[in-house]
């Protein structure tokens, strides 16, 4: 497939805060070369959220762990792009630099709050680590934004808590630590790696709405990674649906959702369960696996799972193009495709 460039405007009209061109991430194995992003481009706004949505291995997390260099080397290496944040390529910054925007200007909140906290430091000293690092507080200081900022994720009797271990915490209330210590050096971009994966629906559903108050309040902008479509429906301005790390369509969130024009997008909605469906119907999955990225695949990644494939498909990479205003997607056959039309 082709580079993929889909750029839209963030619908709450903010600033440029992040512009990633051209991405390209390889891993070099002993099997050979595995490419995992392959030259994927998108834009945040500031205030906005992008959501950044695909199965497993389809190149979302290497996405985001690319933007902040967090790429484990090797056997994995950027070889190609740009990643300007307020106009300046992270690529190019050197460590020390780029440290100071890791859990400063950019901070993400991983999938499995066990692993990215500490077990035997309690929270308050994680968190207040975390603020001292980046801002010139005392101790006393930092302890009280600490609690603060238990208190705005809703942790009740936060000052308390703060002398809590990570195991005294159940998972929902885990993941707010997360998100606190996210919050804690006021940033203006938070990257959040399938946050509520791991917790029960319910539990997820007041993530969602607390990171959705809190980008109101604070007007952060989120970059949010999910699986999971439905999730994302209640959050984001834009989704951009990646697959064989390409982005293969983009846009604003209710533009999508009206009218998908790439088959994969189709298949991941179809494969949502409807409250507003009158009639139950079964889930459909989408047929077949994502392909092996080992080696480079010719023509559109994702013909051998498509139903709308031809020649051309299996012969050239399609080229995004602009099916409506900031709505792009790359696939040969996308006016059939909306149109439910077979080739
Ligand atoms: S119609 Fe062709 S280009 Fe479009 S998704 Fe299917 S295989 Fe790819």
Redesign the pocket.
């Known amino acids: 497939m082709e580079t993929t460039s889909l750029h839209t405007t963030g619908s709450k009209q903010g600033k440029r805060l992040l512009e990633v061109r051209n991405l390209e991430t390889k891993f070099y194995t002993a099997d050979g070369v595995v490419n995992a992003l392959n030259g994927i481009s998108y834009s945040v706004d500031e205030g906005e959220c992008l959501a950044i949505v695909g199965e497993s291995g389809s190149g979302k997390t290497v996405g985001v762990l690319s933007i902040l260099r967090l790429i484990q080397s090797p056997p994995g290496r950027i070889v190609g792009g740009e990643i300007l944040f307020k106009g300046t390529d992270l690529l190019k910054i050197d460590d020390k630099e780029l440290r100071t925007i890791r859990g400063g200007a950019i901070s993400v909140i991983f999938q499995d709050p066990m692993t990215s906290l500490n077990p035997v430091m309690r929270v308050g000293a994680q968190i207040t680590e975390n603020i001292r690092e980046h801002e010139n507080l005392t101790s006393r200081q930092a302890r009280q934004k600490a609690a603060d900022l238990l208190g705005m994720v809703g942790i009740p009797t936060p000052a308390k808590r703060l002398d809590d271990y990570p195991h005294q915490f159940s998972g929902g209330m885990r993941q707010r630590v997360m998100i606190a210590m996210a919050l804690s050096c006021s940033p203006q971009l938070i990257i959040a790696d399938e946050p509520t994966t791991a917790l029960d629906v319910t539990i997820q559903a007041q993530i969602v709405e607390l990171i959705k108050s809190l980008q109101a309040e604070l007007g952060t902008a989120v970059i949010w990674i999910s699986h999971d479509l439905g999730v994302v429906a209640r959050l984001a301005d834009n989704v951009a649906v990646m697959y064989a790390g390409h982005i293969v369509e983009k846009a604003p969130v209710d533009e999508l959702y009206a009218r998908p024009a790439?088959?994969?997008t189709i298949g991941l909605l179809n494969s949502l369960p409807r409250l507003d469906a009158r009639i139950k119907t079964k889930l459909k999955a989408i047929g077949g696996l994502p392909p092996n990225l080992l080696g480079m695949l010719q023509g559109?990644a994702?013909?051998p799972r498509?139903m709308?494939?031809?020649q051309i498909?299996r012969e050239q990479a399609?080229p995004a193009i602009e099916v409506a205003p900031r709505h792009q997607v790359a696939?040969?056959?996308s006016e059939l495709?909306s149109a439910g039309e077979r080739p």
């Open positions: 790439h088959p994969y559109c994702f013909a498509c709308f494939a031809t498909c399609p696939c040969w056959h495709v």
